[in-house]
């Protein structure tokens, strides 16, 4: 077997990112009321059946507090079926979870408007293990321990999350071969979208504040969304019984047996079967939380590379919540919900300026008097002059009802040292043009294994300085600097389906400069305009799954998560892996809301692997 090497290692360091994620995993793929169950964790639950039992869940009061232990195995499979390559990471955690409503405050929502809110914390703290198992590798076992606190702002009338900051610490015990510790640090504070209707759970359809479950009762219902834009419809099928009523550190509780079958665009009404979610609920008339959960999730995945070589993954989770004895403390304090109608959100930054645009938002009037000298407007005009594969690939699928788009772009400067002035040097787009195929061109893509629908090319504006008559002048030259062409991929959605105006570049940066945390991150002291020596910034999506920069290697490293948008702006310092610490922040293309702002500190991997 060969020595632990860099994919291994990173790979472990990828299963440690759901010592944060997991509560990401726990209400994304189904527990906190979003998927299904079955019966399992019976440790700590009494073994005796108490008969007959009914409970009305008391509602949640100011200072409820709940202290519960903490477990989490999970297990990451993956294998080549081509080569026989495997991986196999398995990660247990063991420690305390504790959620309390501490505080009535005002929160700013991502337009910077103030609003009353109740704050609802969750804060974990616990040790874990990852194991590694790999074919081309020696097994690793490697300890560490986490803490992450967590503050949502829930806006009083509406009860919608408006904002959660999230705080995050993991460190990592010497690793094998490398004999160094890995410690990352970080925050988050993550804007949720205000506008948007709270999605349906399955807490809220079988146990939510004030319902009442007798022993015995059952239902059936389906949770779905509609993807119209797309023609598809997805959701889960759920089927719960209320089956025994046992004792859970000295409380009586109900169990309720919870089990979803998902179903998708593939397979009609048909059931799913590369998914599996299953939970067991216990709930108390004398506790307002849950006083046990566990929930089990198997995921399996079939897919084929470029080189039709088939991978399969399966991903394994089990989260397990219980009251510790004596762990919960009931509230003093009403919690002063309001009237939903009392509340209208702002649907459009106020400080936003929004024009129309076709392939990318356009630069806005301010640019000139911005960081910024080269705009994204003039790139991509001369992208589209001068790029007769450019022009090819546009021709080839634009059409009635369907565009191009530049779903991708970063931008950066490199000065030129011996302008003391720091305004000559290369000003650099890196532009990625893409279209959403249809179906026929995804089923023709699967036959050939042909995915490129995404075209890459880099502009610039190379400024020069000269002294000319005792005066300094400077001169653009506007120009692609590489053509690459077509590249494997494709784009996530139709510009049709993006609103017809978009926040300008210029605007984009004085929305994000409001924020003061972002104008302490990214901008020049001295100047007052972002940094570029130290910065990027980027167009394109942003979030879970996200391919800007950086931001794939913080998830990875932290496990810190990044709420979704599918067109934003953003700014990024440096990266974790070359310097041990990165800042970020992005706003949506659509409305000018902030999404996210997140700093991250830790061990510089560079250094480490070379």
Not at 170 to 176: A, F, K, N, S, W
Not at 190 to 198: G, L, T
Request: hydrophobic content about 35%; aromatic content about 12%.
């Amino acid at each position: 077997m060969a020595g632990v090497g860099i994919r291994t290692v990173v790979g472990a360091l990828a299963l440690s990112a759901l010592v944060f994620n997991s509560y990401y995993a726990y209400v994304v793929l189904g527990g906190n009321g979003a998927a299904g169950g079955w019966l399992g964790g019976s440790n700590g639950v009494g073994e005796d059946d108490l008969g007959d039992l009914t409970v009305k869940v008391p509602e949640s009061r100011l200072y409820d507090l709940i202290t519960y232990d903490y477990h989490v195995f999970a297990e990451l499979y993956g294998k080549n079926l081509s080569s026989g390559e495997w991986e196999d990471y398995t990660l247990i955690i063991d420690g305390q979870m504790r959620r309390s409503y501490p505080a009535l405050v005002d929160a700013l929502d991502g337009f910077n408007v103030p609003h009353a809110c109740v704050e609802f914390d969750t804060d974990t703290t616990a040790t874990f293990t990852i194991y590694v198992n790999a074919s081309d590798a020696e097994p690793l076992q490697i300890g560490g321990n986490l803490e992450a606190k967590r503050k949502e702002y829930i806006e009083l009338n509406t009860r919608r999350l408006i904002d959660a900051y999230t705080e995050a610490s993991v460190g990592i015990d010497r690793l094998p071969r490398y004999n160094v510790p890995l410690n990352f640090e970080g925050w988050i504070d993550a804007f949720a979208d205000p506008n948007r209707e709270p999605v349906d759970t399955v807490d809220e359809n079988i146990f939510g504040e004030g319902q009442t479950i007798q022993r015995g009762q059952n239902g059936t219902f389906v949770i779905s969304q509609d993807y119209g834009n797309y023609g598809f419809t997805m959701g889960t099928r759920y089927n719960w019984t209320a089956s025994a009523a046992q004792r859970v550190a000295d409380l009586k509780a109900l169990r309720i047996n919870i089990t979803g079958t998902l179903f998708g665009a593939g397979a009609g009404e048909q059931n799913e079967d590369w998914f599996t979610f299953n939970e067991t609920v216990w709930i108390s008339k004398d506790c307002s939380f849950p006083v046990k959960r566990y929930s089990l999730t198997d995921i399996y995945s079939e897919d084929q590379d470029r080189q039709n070589n088939t991978h399969v993954s399966r991903t394994v989770f089990e989260i397990t919540n219980t009251l510790k004895k004596g762990g919960f403390t009931r509230g003093t304090g009403a919690i002063p919900w309001g009237d939903p109608s009392a509340t209208v959100f702002e649907e459009r930054h106020p400080m936003g300026e929004f024009t129309g645009w076709q392939y990318a938002p356009t630069n806005g009037a301010g640019v000139q008097g911005s960081s910024f000298t080269f705009g994204v407007e003039e790139a991509v005009a001369e992208a589209l002059r001068n790029s007769t594969g450019l022009q090819g690939f546009v021709n080839s699928y634009n059409r009635p009802g369907r565009n191009c788009v530049v779903d991708g772009a970063g931008y950066n400067f490199t000065p030129d040292p011996t302008d003391i002035a720091g305004q000559a040097g290369v000003y650099r787009w890196n532009l990625s043009f893409a279209v959403m195929p249809d179906r026929a061109e995804q089923d023709a893509a699967r036959q050939s294994n042909q995915w490129d629908f995404r075209y890459s090319i880099v502009v610039v504006d190379n400024v020069t300085w000269s002294v000319e008559r005792l005066q300094k002048v400077y001169r653009h030259r506007v120009y692609i600097e590489n053509d690459w062409g077509l590249q494997r991929g494709y784009g996530t959605f139709n510009r049709e389906f993006l609103a017809a105006e978009g926040v300008t570049l210029a605007s984009s940066e004085q929305i994000l400069l409001l924020n003061q945390r972002v104008k302490d991150g990214v901008t020049n002291p001295r100047t007052g305009d972002i940094d570029w020596k130290e910065s990027t910034y980027f167009l394109g999506a942003a979030g879970m799954g996200s391919a800007t920069p950086g931001l794939s290697m913080l998830q990875t490293l932290t496990g810190l998560t990044f709420p979704s948008v599918d067109f934003a702006w953003g700014v990024q310092t440096q990266t974790v892996y070359e310097s041990g610490s990165t800042f970020g922040a992005a706003l949506d293309v659509e409305t000018g809301q902030l999404v996210y702002v997140m700093s991250i500190q830790g061990t510089a991997l560079l250094g480490i692997f070379g």
